[in-house]
T-cell receptor
């Protein structure tokens, strides 16, 4: 089965450091989503792209978070500078407009 | 997107059918009902979706009431591996999934 690949699976970093999370969507999928999951807030939509263009990033803290799609095979989510409250599992998902989305296994981020 | 209401938790005996309800009384005519589940520490997994007709696939069945204000996900023969959080989501085509709190299903031996 085709998979969404996220790297790294785990990341521990110190407060103030830059963090970059990567996502390889399923080949042919034109929509990419970024979600964040914490115990308190559950699964939250951060941003999503269609055909590499951002459609909605209203869920993302703009001052420190940025999301890009340098090409159709790579999506990135950066946090700079990172803070302890950013500790969470970050999921990437990909899909087509009229089809269900497929999620990756997530990046578990711990900021100390 | 229309909001959904699900019970926070349910139990089901292994081998029995698990029936998970969802209310979505404000659903619009062009919005679909989607079901996803999340097994501990894994990414959400797609189960099934429908617009107004009942749907069945290898994982589950989806029963949508005629007025579309509620639906039920049916796992016909629950196994221990079906223990997970199940999310009912209503959304239009092309939009993102907005997850609520879901129903935590515990399948017991």
């Amino acid at each position: 089965d085709a998979r969404v690949t996220q790297t790294p699976r785990h990341k521990v970093t110190e407060m103030g450091q830059e963090v970059t999370m990567r996502c390889q969507p399923i080949l042919g999928h034109n929509t990419v989503f970024w979600y964040r999951q914490t115990m308190m807030q559950g699964l939250e939509l951060l941003a999503y792209f269609r055909n590499r263009a951002p459609l909605d990033d209203s869920g993302m803290p703009k001052d420190r978070f940025s999301a890009e799609m340098p090409d159709a095979t790579l999506a990135t989510l950066k946090i700079q500078p990172s803070e302890p409250r950013d500790s969470a599992v970050y999921f990437c998902a990909s899909g087509l407009v009229a089809s269900p989305s497929t999620f990756g296994s997530g990046t578990r981020l711990t900021v100390v | 997107d229309a909001k959904t209401t699900q019970p926070p938790s349910m139990d089901c005996a292994e081998g029995r059918a698990a029936n998970l309800p969802c209310n979505h009384s404000t659903i619009s005519g062009n919005e679909y009902v989607y079901w996803y589940r999340q097994i501990h520490s894994q990414g959400p997994q797609y189960i099934i979706h429908g617009l107004k007709n009942n749907e069945t696939n290898e994982m589950a069945s989806l029963i949508i009431t005629e007025d579309r204000k509620s639906s039920t996900l049916i796992l016909p023969h629950a196994t221990l591996r079906d223990t997970a959080v199940y999310y009912c989501i209503v959304k239009g085509s092309g939009y993102a999934l907005n997850f609520g709190k879901g129903t935590s299903l515990l399948v017991t031996p």
